[in-house]
């Protein structure tokens, strides 16, 4: 007679995806990083792949001209350095925590072997790539054909998490001017300028916190 399958859990279906990315193990370590320390840097060694689990990192390219350029903010439940999957040697960005965060590291062939084996965790990073990818599409657009003062306000947007309904949201992450500058693709003076403008046409308040108006979509779809 043939034996029962019943009572018996593949290694799959007992997998967890969110406990290996949260938990210490074999390949895997969590560390706790200070505001403006580094996960990374560009050029280093390309020998794992990190998990947000709660605070902002941001990732900066410095060119062979030596100018450094903000190309993307990152946040709980994103990947970091996912390029070491792909064969790349080095790190191809810096990662910076812009505030205090908390981040697993996970070994490249740790990742790799339960990429393989768990379809869960698989669907998960697939998911993560695909989402960053339409982001950076957006951000390509923007910079090539909006002006300085639409992509200032399509990043304070993203920030509050600002909605269609007339609400105004607080920025919860802390962003210095000279972040938004390295974001946008701009100078600081101007940043200050559009903040300041912004402001004077109540779109938006920052005392301590800054907040955004939902109206201030508007400068963004105008013509």
Avoid: W
Wanted: net charge positive.
């Amino acid at each position: 007679m043939a034996k029962g399958r019943s009572g018996r859990k593949s290694p799959s279906a007992a997998f967890d995806p969110e406990v290996f990315l949260t938990t210490v193990g074999a390949g895997r370590t969590i560390t706790t990083y200070k505001a403006k320390s580094f996960i990374f840097r560009q050029g280093t060694e390309c020998d794992a792949v990190f998990y947000i689990l709660n605070g902002q990192i941001a990732l900066s390219v410095v060119s062979q001209q030596g100018k450094e350029r903000v190309v993307g903010m990152l946040g709980p439940g994103s990947f970091l350095g996912e390029g070491c999957l792909a064969g790349h040697p080095r790190y191809l960005a810096s990662a910076r925590a812009s505030t205090s965060a908390t981040v697993a590291r996970v070994e490249t062939p740790t990742l790799r072997q339960a990429l393989k084996d768990h379809s869960g965790l698989s669907e998960r990073f697939m998911a993560f790539l695909l989402l960053r990818n339409s982001q950076v599409e957006a951000d390509l657009v923007d910079h090539l054909f909006n002006s300085s003062e639409k992509r200032l306000a399509r990043l304070l947007v993203m920030l509050a998490q600002v909605g269609q309904e007339a609400e105004l949201r607080t920025v919860t992450t802390p962003i210095s001017q000279e972040v938004m500058a390295a974001r946008v693709g701009t100078t600081r003076s101007r940043i200050n300028y559009f903040m300041n403008k912004f402001r004077k046409l109540g779109l938006i308040e920052y005392n301590g916190d800054l907040k955004v108006h939902s109206s201030l979509l508007n400068v963004i779809i105008r013509e």
